[in-house]
């Protein structure tokens, strides 16, 4: 899930806790899209506290072995199908906004129901393919696989099959919410997901062995979307006797397709890893699988976060034509983007092995696991800082109607980490593999960039250079501090509560050195963590 942030047109902010709000015309204020970020960050945090416990869970079931070499190479199918609701949810907005201004709450209803039927048509015909030839998938993503874990991946892709459509009505389900400045339900949902696949490896992975992780997905995103879907048929928020071929959808189908090969190409860096992590043997792919997860939560809970809550407030600016508000409010963001996420990259390569040892270490999950997947973290956590940034810039691009410059860039990241993983992989293993990952998001970020300022009017680089400098020389003191107290025997390494004490002790250096060299970014952060902690409070 993604969307995007800021906006100020002035408008109140919808309280949280209210029925359905009632769609508005105009772009969300400053104050709306801080408090939407404050609760979807609020309940991603709960979510990924479960998804903490889900991954601990496996971890300790299942190590990094062929079981969940067969699941990742297994999952990584409907995942990719879900780009395709994925890009109808990302078009939908917009569109919905402007037939709710031009044609009313009919037409705008209307909408929403051809959306989801088409979601689900699709999907049908995704799963359908699936379920038809499972082995010959298994064997075109991961060739390399051994047989035994080749017969597991396509028996498991098989069951998963049914995540397509799950996967897919959840987004445009979101989609629908969001577009009436509603974020409660789907917040929310996401917790209902991670219980349902906690429950099933708690109960069942003695007897089904990984096959009670997948089961656990299939019935999470069934049950979210069934809490998701009862609200809108019982307000009658969705409409399906109007035309279901009309303009509108054909727009929406137009708009749509280029997102769609951007979100598929996204998702095909991971069918990359898993290709390249079969040939390197047997536990590479789950420790990639380990590591990437880890890194990727800070993406999911901030970032991604980030770009779901402003992109109707950017989109509505740029509908505006009001460019200057949008670009003072674009370059304020990637600032602030830059001060939190450059020292959390760095707080991942320093800390790594605390953190797999931490989170992971125990039953299956023995030392040459922690070594493996505390190498492919190192070289993942590099590319936190582009990682972050490039679903802003991707939904900045959205809001100008341009869907070309990211399927352009996305197709050259694609091609950049394939062909870096021909390079690296051979020579480094599963560390060449993380690697090419980061690496890759540098041309796909600055090509976006190069077309973001050309529509922007200018994106001022070096003040964004400063920026980053700043930041990196902030965190650079802070982790020299830390790794003084450990060399000194203050904080030792090896216990896992020194281990966390220096891990806040960084934090807190960071913030008490970044007050001092960058006080007005700080100052500006602090003040939208404290509107979006109210957001989330009211939520």
Same mark, same amino acid.
């Given at each position: 899930? /993604?969307?995007?942030?800021?906006?100020?047109?002035?408008?109140?902010?919808?309280?949280?806790?209210?029925?359905?709000?009632?769609?508005?015309?105009?772009?969300?204020?400053?104050?709306?899209?801080?408090?939407?970020? #404050?609760?979807?960050?609020?309940?991603?945090?709960?979510?990924?506290?479960? #998804?903490?416990?889900?991954?601990?869970?496996?971890?300790?079931?299942?190590?990094?072995?062929?079981?969940?070499?067969?699941?990742?190479?297994?999952? $990584?199918?409907?995942?990719?199908?879900?780009?395709?609701?994925?890009?109808?949810?990302?078009?939908?907005?917009?569109?919905? /906004?402007?037939?709710?201004?031009?044609?009313?709450?009919?037409?705008?209803?209307?909408?929403?129901?051809?959306?989801?039927?088409?979601?689900?048509?699709?999907?049908?015909?995704?799963? $359908?393919?699936?379920?038809?030839?499972?082995?010959?998938?298994?064997?075109?993503?991961?060739?390399?696989?051994?047989?035994?874990?080749?017969?597991?991946?396509?028996? *498991?892709?098989?069951?998963?099959?049914?995540?397509?459509?799950?996967?897919?009505?959840?987004?445009?389900?979101?989609?629908?919410?969001?577009?009436?400045?509603?974020?409660?339900?789907?917040?929310?949902?996401?917790?209902?997901?991670?219980?349902?696949?906690?429950?099933?490896?708690?109960?069942?992975? #003695?007897?089904?062995? &990984?096959?009670?992780?997948?089961?656990?997905?299939?019935?999470?995103?069934?049950?979210?979307?069934?809490?998701?879907?009862?609200?809108?048929?019982?307000? /009658?928020?969705?409409?399906?006797?109007?035309?279901?071929?009309?303009?509108?959808? /054909?727009?929406?189908?137009?708009?749509?397709?280029?997102?769609?090969?951007?979100?598929?190409?996204?998702?095909?860096?991971?069918?990359?890893?898993?290709?390249?992590?079969?040939?390197? #043997?047997?536990?590479?792919?789950?420790?990639?699988?380990?590591?990437?997860?880890?890194? *990727? %939560?800070? &993406?999911?809970?901030?970032?991604?976060?980030?770009?779901?809550?402003?992109?109707?407030?950017?989109?509505?600016?740029?509908?505006?034509?009001?460019?200057?508000?949008?670009?003072?409010?674009?370059?304020?963001? &990637?600032?602030?983007?830059?001060?939190?996420?450059?020292?959390?990259?760095?707080?991942?390569?320093?800390?790594?092995?605390?953190?797999?040892?931490?989170?992971?270490?125990?039953?299956?999950?023995?030392? &040459?696991? %922690?070594?493996?997947?505390?190498? $492919?973290?190192?070289?993942?956590?590099?590319?936190?800082?582009?990682?972050?940034?490039?679903?802003?810039?991707?939904?900045?691009?959205?809001?100008?109607?341009?869907?070309?410059?990211?399927?352009?860039?996305?197709?050259?990241?694609?091609?950049?980490?394939?062909?870096?993983? %021909?390079?690296?992989?051979?020579?480094?293993?599963?560390?060449?593999?993380?690697?090419?990952?980061?690496?890759?998001?540098?041309?796909?970020?600055?090509?976006?960039?190069?077309?973001?300022?050309?529509?922007?009017?200018?994106?001022?680089?070096?003040?964004?250079?400063?920026?980053?400098?700043?930041?990196?020389?902030?965190?650079?003191?802070?982790?020299?501090?830390?790794?003084?107290?450990?060399?000194?025997?203050?904080?030792?390494?090896?216990?896992?509560?020194?281990?966390?004490?220096?891990?806040?002790?960084?934090?807190?250096?960071?913030?008490?050195?970044?007050?001092?060299?960058?006080?007005?970014?700080?100052?500006?952060?602090?003040?939208?963590?404290?509107?979006?902690?109210?957001?989330?409070?009211?939520?």
């Amino acid at each position: 899930m /993604r969307k995007t942030l800021d906006g100020m047109t002035g408008m109140q902010t919808p309280q949280a806790d209210a029925p359905l709000p009632p769609p508005v015309e105009k772009a969300f204020s400053r104050q709306t899209w801080m408090s939407a970020a #404050g609760l979807l960050v609020a309940t991603t945090l709960l979510s990924k506290v479960l #998804g903490f416990l889900r991954d601990v869970l496996v971890a300790q079931y299942f190590g990094t072995g062929e079981q969940v070499d067969a699941f990742m190479v297994a999952v $990584a199918l409907p995942v990719m199908v879900g780009g395709v609701g994925l890009a109808l949810s990302t078009a939908f907005i917009p569109i919905y /906004r402007r037939v709710l201004v031009e044609k009313g709450s009919f037409d705008a209803r209307s909408l929403s129901g051809a959306a989801a039927a088409l979601t689900l048509a699709l999907s049908g015909i995704a799963m $359908a393919v699936i379920i038809a030839v499972p082995a010959q998938l298994i064997g075109l993503v991961a060739p390399a696989l051994p047989s035994t874990t080749a017969a597991l991946a396509a028996q *498991l892709v098989r069951w998963l099959s049914l995540l397509t459509v799950g996967v897919n009505l959840f987004y445009i389900l979101v989609a629908i919410y969001n577009a009436m400045e509603h974020f409660k339900v789907p917040a929310f949902s996401d917790l209902l997901s991670n219980v349902c696949v906690v429950g099933a490896l708690f109960l069942l992975s #003695g007897t089904l062995g &990984i096959g009670a992780l997948a089961l656990g997905l299939i019935g999470g995103y069934l049950v979210v979307v069934g809490v998701m879907i009862l609200p809108i048929l019982r307000r /009658r928020l969705v409409s399906f006797g109007a035309s279901f071929w009309s303009a509108e959808l /054909r727009q929406l189908i137009v708009l749509a397709g280029p997102i769609c090969f951007i979100e598929v190409l996204s998702q095909a860096t991971t069918v990359i890893e898993n290709h390249n992590g079969a040939v390197v #043997g047997p536990g590479a792919i789950s420790a990639l699988g380990f590591a990437k997860r880890l890194m *990727l %939560v800070v &993406i999911t809970l901030l970032a991604n976060n980030i770009a779901r809550a402003v992109f109707p407030a950017l989109s509505g600016l740029t509908l505006e034509r009001d460019l200057t508000e949008a670009r003072e409010f674009f370059v304020r963001l &990637i600032h602030h983007c830059l001060v939190v996420f450059v020292p959390i990259s760095v707080f991942f390569m320093y800390f790594r092995e605390d953190l797999i040892r931490l989170i992971y270490m125990r039953g299956a999950f023995d030392e &040459i696991s %922690v070594a493996n997947t505390s190498a $492919a973290l190192l070289y993942y956590s590099m590319g936190i800082v582009p990682l972050a940034i490039v679903p802003i810039f991707t939904r900045a691009c959205y809001a100008f109607s341009d869907s070309r410059t990211p399927l352009l860039a996305a197709l050259l990241g694609v091609v950049v980490m394939a062909t870096l993983n %021909v390079l690296l992989a051979p020579m480094f293993g599963l560390v060449g593999i993380a690697c090419a990952a980061s690496l890759a998001q540098l041309p796909w970020l600055a090509l976006m960039g190069v077309v973001l300022a050309r529509r922007f009017g200018g994106i001022e680089f070096m003040g964004l250079f400063r920026t980053s400098v700043l930041a990196v020389t902030c965190s650079a003191v802070a982790m020299s501090a830390v790794a003084g107290l450990r060399a000194s025997g203050v904080l030792r390494a090896e216990d896992m509560a020194p281990a966390i004490l220096a891990m806040g002790f960084y934090v807190g250096a960071y913030v008490c050195v970044g007050w001092v060299l960058m006080q007005r970014d700080m100052r500006v952060l602090w003040g939208m963590v404290r509107c979006a902690s109210g957001g989330a409070r009211n939520g």
